[in-house]
């Protein structure tokens, strides 16, 4: 999925309906170096695109799921004079990666197999359910390298935990554990690690057979409702139920609902 003259530092498979998007950097606990961040655009793009995939999974390799900005990288920009590559990177990478998630017009699901931090815990919280390994957690890491915060943080963690709790995370960064995380609603579910990898994919594959563009017409309700008045988000929900009428998964369930029928879904 990559040039070959860049290492594949984020895999994509394609299998069943589900993309898997992978980070792959296991020796740096999956942090974010710009040509990470490059390939991991381009693969929630692609899996956009492509109207096979029906459900979308990120997830790392290793112990971390994502540690966030790659600080090593950082250093040595900052100490070869390029800072310019420190400072656009936000609005090169960061924001088009967490707009691209907010985009996709399908459900996206966090397999959080390990510690999300900063950046990797931002990205997390911008997927639809968040499903975390015992030992995995969450640290909004920011302030303790003395930055603000990124990747749609000020917008999915306040939503998820409320702004007081959100400003407590953020102005004391520390790793929030998987039982935690689950109670204050940053988790959707904690899986014993010997049966996460069964669990993501019983979920996922649940996730691919269902109605796709009626999931994806509620995903984008609920974050246009978060930002919108109540006759705007009204508004905006009658139009995406005028788009899912029209399919022909809509369609479907009504006849087998008629039939007492389970219905099947094609994800159009």
């Keep these: ?36 961040k490059v390939q991991l655009l381009d693969a929630l793009r692609r899996v956009g695109e492509d109207d096979a995939v029906r459900c979308v999974v990120i997830t790392g390799t290793g112990r971390s799921f994502c540690t966030g900005q790659d600080l090593k990288e950082h250093i040595s920009l900052l100490e070869n004079g390029g800072s310019d590559a420190l400072f656009t990177t936000v609005d090169e990478h960061y924001n088009p990666i967490v707009t691209a998630i907010a985009d996709l017009d399908k459900p996206v699901v966090a397999a959080v197999n390990g ?53 407590e995370l953020l102005y004391f960064p520390r ?20 049966e996460f990898a069964g669990e993501i994919e019983a979920l996922a594959t649940r996730l691919a057979a269902g109605p796709t563009l009626a999931f994806g017409s509620m995903r984008r309700s609920v974050a246009y409702a978060a930002t919108h008045d109540l006759a705007e988000s009204l508004a905006f929900e009658s139009e995406q139920m005028t788009r899912t009428g029209a399919t022909a998964d809509h369609r479907a369930a009504v006849e087998a609902f008629v039939a007492k029928q389970r219905p099947q879904f094609e994800g159009r």
Excluded: Y
């Design 1 to 36: 999925m990559t040039s070959q003259s860049a290492p594949a530092t984020v895999l994509l498979d394609v299998s069943g309906g589900v993309a898997t998007i992978t980070l792959n950097r296991p020796e740096a606990m999956n942090s974010l170096d710009i040509a990470t």
């Design 115 to 167: 510690v999300a931090a900063g950046a990797g815990a931002s990205i997390a919280m911008a997927c639809d359910l968040r499903v975390l390994a015992e030992g995995a957690g969450f640290n909004l890491a920011f302030a303790g390298v003395a930055l603000s915060c990124d990747t749609g943080a000020s917008v999915h963690l306040p939503q998820l935990v409320g702004r007081a709790k959100a400003m």
């Design 175 to 194: 790793t929030v554990p998987a039982q935690e995380a689950l109670e204050l609603g940053l988790a959707t579910a904690v899986v014993p690690a010997d």
